[in-house]
């Protein structure tokens, strides 16, 4: 991740629906704490309240946090979103057991000074619109699936269940094929989308499906300096298990979003077998003693990384390098 220096005084935020619970912390340790309302108001007393510090540190809300980071971004913060999950853990090892908005504003303020991060940058409105509609996709496809395991019981379900779940699965399948016309017409209304996806689509494997997932829920290459802390945002960075003479198994770190990995993962097993590279390098992985599972998972974080890749050299006006050598015809894509 790109790494920012930090501020004397920051500013730490618990974000919730109605309130925002601010910590400003002042580098001889002292403190002063407050609660604004989280409206366009209650933003602005909030940033002048803190108007001291250079930096503005908060967790990921699913959305609630928007106005205030583009907020503090405009008026020149730096500003940090940060993964709950790795500052609840900071909280657990400092000790501290108390789960409150006044606590949690703390523990980002404290947070911030002692971990390096990468400054937050706001997504065009065209972005922030194709990432909203994939994510209402994933919850669509669950749904179906959901409804579809259901009416595997048909027999054991009332008439009148089994009608209404028929013509849910119907209104499903409309309301997914509106979702992909409009997911399609924003990226063709984007010149930069549009060439990101159509450059994702020359790796094998990547069809248009995994192309404007990574594009929506990956995050932007250029807040990530290497392809390596772009897989590990996915949660695809590799986490061994050892003590003394004892070997666990390497598992992911899995503190990215699910469902991106939920979609790389049809990709990868489609790529590890048409894409020559790829495959030597999943069946090398068997040959060593991993998994078909661990080979396979392998390739979802070299695959990202490859993305990585072809992104940074397609916006920098560069020929994209896929890493695929001549003499395989077929092509698949996921």
Partial sequence: METQS???????????????????????????????????RGIAALLAWGEEARVLGMESTGGYELPLAKAGAASGLLVRVENPRRVRDFARASGRLNKTDRADARTVAEYLPRFEGRAWSPPSDRARELEG??????????????????????????????????ERLRGLARELEELERERRRIVQED?????????????????ETTALLVLSLAGNVEDYPTA????????????????GSWRGRTRISRQGGAALRAGLYMAAVVASRWDPLLREFRERLVERGKTPMQAVVACMRKLLMRMYGVLKAVRSGKEPFYGTRPGLETDGGA
Wanted: net charge positive; with cysteine.
């Fill in 191 to 207: 010149e930069g989308l549009a060439r990101d996806r159509d450059a994702l689509m020359g790796l094998k494997g990547v069809g």
């Fill in 228 to 243: 390596q802390a772009y897989a590990a945002a996915a949660g695809l960075a590799p986490c061994r298990r050892e003590s």
């Fill in 6 to 40: 930090l501020s004397p005084s920051v500013l730490g935020v618990d974000v919730c629906k109605g309130f925002l619970d601010a910590c400003l912390l002042r580098p001889d340790g002292s403190r002063r704490e407050r609660r604004f309302a989280n409206d366009a």
């Fill in 133 to 166: 509609l994939t994510a209402h996709r994933a919850a669509l496809l669950q749904e179906r699936t959901r409804v579809g395991n259901r009416l595997e019981r048909r027999e054991e379900l009332p008439a009148l269940v089994a009608r209404q779940l028929d």
